[in-house]
């Protein structure tokens, strides 16, 4: 079983284009995250979500929009892809305790290529 | 950057030999965390050390805090090929989440 999923596992497309990158978790988590990780692997958080509310949303591009149906579910939408935004987009959730993150659970992660 | 920094950015070691890497962090923590990724895969949790530890061991896994320094270190005793991967150190602090640039473990059959 899955703990954490995204589709799709690659994603090839033209500049221009929009994209929507999907997560979802069976861990039970109230909290999910977006993040970006760059060809030098630095890891950044883009989002994150407590039950379905924005608690994170660091600095990046309004290009750029979460969307959480439901506390299970966090998916991520690119409108107008550039090229700098080819990378690995990884999901990940946890159950946050005592009011801080405690440890984070990880998708395999989706890699995106813009042309 | 609120990013932290891990030193090496890469080490090559023999297996059998220990391999240690160390981070930094720049923010107030509540804890601690370190993190594996094989190539081409997610982040897999290792071990999590709160403020108020200074050394926790897991298996082959010894990691030890420093708030004073703002630092922390991560031991791998008797390393195998498994071990091959990049490992990040991640703090933590309320609803932040910082991930150090992470050191890049080859280790050698």
């Known amino acids: 079983d899955t703990a954490v999923s995204q589709t799709p596992k690659y994603l090839v497309t033209q500049m221009g284009n929009d994209k929507s990158i999907k997560c979802e978790q069976n861990?039970?988590?109230?909290?999910m995250y977006w993040y970006k990780q760059d060809s030098k692997k630095f890891l950044k958080i883009m989002f994150s979500y407590n039950n379905k509310e924005l608690i994170i949303n660091e600095t990046v591009p309004n290009r750029f929009s979460p969307k959480s149906p439901d506390k299970a579910h966090l998916n991520l939408h690119i409108n107008s892809l550039e090229l700098g935004d080819s990378a690995v987009y990884f999901c990940?959730?946890?159950?946050?305790?005592?009011?801080?993150?405690?440890?984070?659970?990880f998708g395999p992660g989706t890699r995106l290529t813009v042309l | 950057s609120q990013q932290g920094e891990e030193d090496p950015q890469a080490l090559s070691i023999q297996e059998g030999e220990n391999a240690t890497m160390n981070c930094s962090y720049k923010?107030?923590?509540?804890?601690l965390q370190w993190y594996r990724q094989n190539s081409g895969r997610g982040l897999v949790h290792l071990i999590l050390i709160r403020s108020n530890e200074r050394e926790k061991h897991s298996g082959r896994l010894r990691v030890t805090l420093d708030t004073s320094k703002k630092s922390s270190s991560l031991l791998i005793t008797a390393s195998r090929a498994a071990d091959t991967a990049s490992y990040f150190c991640?703090?933590?602090?309320?609803?932040?989440?910082?991930f150090g640039s992470g050191t890049k473990l080859n280790v050698k059959p």
């Open positions: 861990l039970g988590h109230d909290t």
């Open positions: 923010t107030s923590i509540n804890n």
């Open positions: 990940a959730s946890s159950q946050e305790g005592r009011g801080y993150t405690d440890t984070q659970y």
């Open positions: 991640a703090s933590t602090y309320f609803n932040k989440f910082y």
